[in-house]
C-alpha cells in the first residue's frame, strides 16, 4: 500500500500559541487511522490544517497528499481532490438548502475533474438512494444546512455529505460523539460501507463506539501536538482501561 | 488568517460585464443647462407648447431649489452646468427599425434585448432607450390592438397629448424634490403605458435604458396608466459603459392604478458602480411613485446592484379603500458602491394594507442604506403595514444602515416593523469551500439564499439574469 497521506514535522499556530509541535504522521491508501488522545491536544487543529481552514498558521513542516504538496492549496483545491472533513462542529448556512448545498459541491467536483455537471434528475436519484441509507427525510434535504438541527442530526447530515461527496480521504472529527445508539448505529454502518481499498479514514475519537463499527488498521495516540505513538487496534482498549497517562 | 480576511474582501469586485462603448454619431444639445438648451431639447423633439411651458415653469422653480444632502453618504458635489442634458445616437428620429444606426442596434443585442420582432424575447415587449431617445419599441401593432398604447414618452407625446398631458405630474410633481424638479425641465425621453379599462395586458411589458455618450445626463420618465380593472407587469432594466467620470441618472416613473387595476413594476438596475477604488460609477437619483385607487394594487421589485450612487425610493400612495402597496427589494452594494435606498408606503384610505421587505447586502467598503417612511393617514382606519428589513454583511469594512419612519395618525392602524443583520462569516466559507465550492460560489449560494424570497417575486427571465448579475457584482469580494 501506498502513502495516501503523508505529514512531516508539522508546525502549527492559531494566533501567536503553537499547538501542533513537530507532528509524523502516514496514512496509506485504504487504511482506517484511529487518532485519540486528551481534550486540547490538538486533534482538531490537525483536522484543520489538513483541510487548509484559514484560521490555523502552519509555521513548518509538510503535508503530501496523493504526493502533492497539500499546503499550497486552496481550501476548495484540497476538498476536490477528495479531502473531506466531518466537522466536530458544522456550521450552519442559513438561507441555503442542503440538497441545493450538495448539487453545487458535486458539481464543483466534477468540474475540478473536467466532468460536465449533473443533470437534474440524476442528482435526485444519486441523492435519494443515500438519504434513504442513512434515515434523511425529504423534508431535512430541503432545510437550510444545519440551521435548527440536533447534534445528532448534524452528525449524521455529516455522514450523508461525505457519502454523497465519495471523497478519497475522510477526516471524522468525533463523529460519535452526542450520537444516540441507533444513530451511532447508522453513522458506523454509513462509515463502514463506505470502507474500500482506495479510501482511508482518518477517525479522530475518545471511545471505541465508533470503532467498533469500523475496526481501525492503526491507531495513533496523540498528545501536546505530537503523534507519541503508533500501533494497532490494541492501543483502542489499553486507552478505554487506562487513559492516556501511560503513554 | 490574513489571506482569507483578504479574500472575502474580494469576492465582490468583478469586471463590469456591460461596460463597452458603441461608437456612433452622437448629437448633443449645448453643454450646461439654461432656458435655451431646455427650449432646444423641446424644438429638437418638436414638442407642443404646453409641454415647453411645463419644462420651463420646473427649470424656473428649479433654480429656487438646493440640491438636498440627506442622503446617508457622501459623493462629489454634482456640477449641473458640466453635463449634457441631451444626447441622440443619429441626427432626426428614425421612423422604423431599418434607420436605426446599427451599431446601436448591435449594443442591444450585446445586451441580449434583440429589437427585431423575430428575435424578440416572445412574449416581452422591449421598448429601449439609448441616451436621450427611443429606439424602438417591438410588438406595439399587436399591443395595439387590445387598444394598448405602448410607445416612447415622445411619441405619446405626439399621438396621445391628451392622456399625457392630464396625467404628466399627476403622481409627482414637478416641485416634488430638487431631481424630479430637473427631470421635469429636462427629460429628454421614456416610456408611456396605457392599459385601457378591463384590458389584461398579454405580454410583460419592458423598457431597456442604456447611457452610451460621455457626460451624457440620462432623464427619462416614464408613465403608466392602467385604466379600471386592468392588469400589467412592466420591466425595466439599465445598464451603462465604464466611464472615469460619474454619469448622473435623474429619471421619473409615475404610475396612475385605477379602482381595481393590478400594477406589477419590476426593475433590475444594473447602472455602472465604478470601479473598484471607487472611481467613476452612475449617480442613479430617482423618483418613482404609483397612486393606488380603490381596490387596486401596485407592486414594486428592485434589484438595485449597480450604480455608485442609488438614491429611490420608490412608493405608493394608497389613496383608495382597500388598496394594497407592496415593495420588494434587494439591493447589493461592493467597493465604494452607497446606496440610500427604501420605500414610502402613504396609507390614506380605509383597510389599506402595504407589505415592505427589503434585503439588503454590503460587501467591500460600500454603505447600504435602507430608508423607509410608513404613514396612517387620519382616514386610514384599520390599515395594515408590515415591513422586514434584513441586512447581510460581508467583510468588516462596509456598513448597512436602517432608518424606518412610522408616523400614525389612525389609532385601529397597525404597523409590525422587524430589521435583522447578519454577516457572512470566516466560518461559513470554510465550511462550504471545504465541500469544494470556491470562495464565490460560496458566497453566491449565502447571497443567493438570502435574497431567493425576492428573487421569486421576478418574472422568471429576469430572476435568472437578476441572480446572475448578482454573481458577477460579488465577484472579488471573496478569494
Ligand atoms: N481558534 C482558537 N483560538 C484559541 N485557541 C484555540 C483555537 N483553536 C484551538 N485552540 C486551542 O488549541 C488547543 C487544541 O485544540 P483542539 O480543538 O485542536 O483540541 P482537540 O484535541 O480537538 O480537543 P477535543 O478533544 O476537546 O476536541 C486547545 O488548547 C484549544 O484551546
Ligand atoms: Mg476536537
Not at chain 2, 412574449?123 to 399587436?142: C, L, P, Q
Not at chain 2, 387590445?146 to 399627476?170: D, M, Q, T, W
Not at chain 2, 385604466?227 to 441618472?249: I, K, W
Request: with cysteine.
Amino acid at each position: 500500500m501506498t502513502a495516501l497521506l503523508e505529514i512531516k514535522d508539522l508546525h502549527a499556530n492559531v494566533g501567536n500559541k503553537e499547538i501542533l509541535k513537530g507532528l509524523n504522521l502516514t496514512i496509506k491508501a485504504g487504511e482506517v487511522h484511529a487518532i485519540m488522545g486528551p481534550n486540547g491536544c490538538g486533534k482538531s487543529t490537525l483536522s484543520a490544517v489538513i483541510t487548509g481552514n484559514p484560521a490555523y498558521t502552519v509555521t513548518a513542516g509538510e503535508i503530501l497528499f496523493k504526493g502533492e504538496d497539500l499546503l499550497k492549496m486552496t481550501p476548495d483545491e484540497r476538498a476536490n481532490k477528495g479531502v473531506f472533513l466531518a466537522f466536530q462542529h458544522p456550521i450552519e448556512l442559513p438561507g441555503v438548502g442542503l440538497a441545493q448545498f450538495l448539487k453545487a459541491a458535486l458539481n464543483a467536483k466534477r468540474k475540478a475533474n473536467g466532468e460536465e455537471p449533473i443533470d437534474a434528475v440524476q442528482f435526485m436519484k444519486y441523492m435519494n438512494v443515500r438519504a434513504t441509507a442513512l434515515g434523511i427525510s425529504n423534508e431535512m434535504l430541503k432545510r437550510p444546512v444545519n440551521v435548527g438541527f440536533s447534534g445528532g442530526e448534524k452528525k449524521r447530515l455529516e455522514t450523508f455529505q461525505m457519502a454523497m461527496l465519495e471523497p478519497d480521504f475522510c477526516i471524522l472529527d468525533e463523529m460519535d460523539s452526542g450520537l444516540d445508539v441507533d444513530a451511532l448505529k447508522v453513522v458506523g454502518q454509513g462509515v463502514s460501507v463506505m470502507r474500500e481499498p482506495k479510501r482511508s479514514f482518518m477517525i479522530i475519537t475518545h471511545h471505541d463506539d465508533l470503532l467498533q463499527y469500523v475496526t481501525p488498521d492503526q491507531v495513533s495516540i496523540m498528545r501536546d501536538g505530537q503523534i507519541i505513538k503508533t500501533g494497532g487496534p490494541e492501543l483502542v482498549e489499553q486507552v478505554e482501561a487506562s487513559g492516556y497517562d501511560n503513554f | 488568517m490574513k489571506k482569507e480576511q483578504s479574500d472575502l474582501l474580494n469576492v465582490v469586485n468583478s469586471p463590469y460585464k456591460e461596460g463597452f462603448e458603441t461608437v456612433v454619431e452622437t448629437e448633443y444639445a449645448p453643454k450646461g443647462l439654461n432656458e435655451n438648451v431646455i427650449r432646444y431639447i423641446s424644438h429638437k423633439k418638436d414638442e407642443p407648447e404646453w409641454l415647453l411651458d411645463f419644462r420651463l415653469k420646473s427649470f424656473r422653480h428649479w433654480q429656487t431649489m438646493t440640491e438636498p444632502h440627506w442622503f446617508h453618504g457622501t459623493y462629489d458635489p454634482i456640477d449641473y452646468q458640466d453635463i449634457y442634458y441631451y444626447s441622440a445616437p443619429h441626427k432626426k428620429a428614425p421612423k422604423s427599425l431599418d434607420e436605426v444606426d446599427p451599431e446601436v442596434l448591435k449594443t442591444y443585442e450585446k445586451l441580449g434585448i434583440p429589437l427585431k420582432e423575430q428575435k424578440a424575447l416572445s412574449g416581452v415587449a422591449v421598448d429601449a432607450i439609448f441616451d436621450s431617445t427611443s429606439i424602438g419599441t417591438t410588438y406595439k401593432e399587436e399591443l395595439k390592438k387590445r387598444g394598448i398604447l405602448f410607445c416612447s414618452f415622445n411619441e405619446a407625446v405626439h399621438e396621445y397629448p391628451e392622456l399625457v398631458k392630464e396625467y404628466l405630474g399627476s403622481v409627482v410633481p414637478y416641485t416634488d424634490n430638487f431631481f424630479a424638479c430637473l427631470n421635469s425641465a429636462v427629460f429628454s425621453d421614456g416610456s408611456f403605458v396605457y392599459i385601457p379599462k378591463g384590458v389584461q395586458c398579454p405580454m410583460e411589458l419592458s423598457s431597456y435604458f442604456r447611457i452610451n455618450a460621455r457626460q451624457a445626463g440620462q432623464f427619462e420618465r416614464t408613465l403608466i396608466i392602467a385604466d379600471e380593472e386592468s392588469s400589467v407587469s412592466y420591466l425595466e432594466g439599465c445598464t451603462a459603459p465604464q466611464r472615469d467620470e460619474n454619469q448622473l441618472h435623474a429619471a421619473i416613473v409615475e404610475i396612475i392604478v385605477k379602482d381595481r387595476a393590478n400594477v406589477k413594476y419590476s426593475t433590475v438596475q444594473n447602472w455602472y458602480p465604478g470601479d473598484k477604488n471607487g472611481k467613476g460609477g452612475v449617480y442613479n437619483l430617482v423618483t418613482k411613485r404609483g397612486l393606488v385607487m380603490n381596490d387596486a394594487k401596485l407592486s414594486w421589485t428592485q434589484v438595485e446592484t449597480g450604480s455608485a450612487i442609488t438614491w429611490k425610493y420608490p412608493s405608493c400612495i394608497l389613496k383608495g379603500d382597500n388598496a394594497m402597496g407592496e415593495f420588494y427589494s434587494v439591493a447589493l452594494t461592493n467597493n465604494y458602491q452607497q446606496a440610500d435606498t427604501g420605500t414610502k408606503m402613504i396609507h390614506l384610505g380605509k383597510n389599506t394594507t402595504s407589505t415592505i421587505i427589503s434585503k439588503g447586502i454590503s460587501a467591500g467598503f460600500s454603505s447600504n442604506t435602507y430608508r423607509g417612511l410608513v404613514q396612517m393617514g387620519a382616514n386610514a382606519t384599520n390599515a395594515k403595514n408590515v415591513s422586514k428589513c434584513d441586512s447581510l454583511l460581508i467583510g468588516d469594512k462596509c456598513g448597512a444602515h436602517t432608518i424606518p419612519v412610522m408616523k400614525c395618525a389612525n389609532e385601529t392602524a397597525t404597523i409590525e416593523h422587524e430589521a435583522t443583520t447578519s454577516k457572512i462569516s470566516e466560518e461559513q466559507l470554510f465550511y462550504a469551500m471545504q465541500r469544494g465550492l470556491s470562495a464565490e460560489e460560496a458566497v453566491g449560494l449565502i447571497v443567493n439564499g438570502f435574497c431567493h424570497e425576492i428573487m421569486q417575486k421576478l418574472p422568471l427571465e429576469f430572476a435568472i439574469e437578476a441572480q446572475k448579475l448578482i454573481g458577477v457584482q460579488l465577484e472579488g469580494s471573496v478569494g
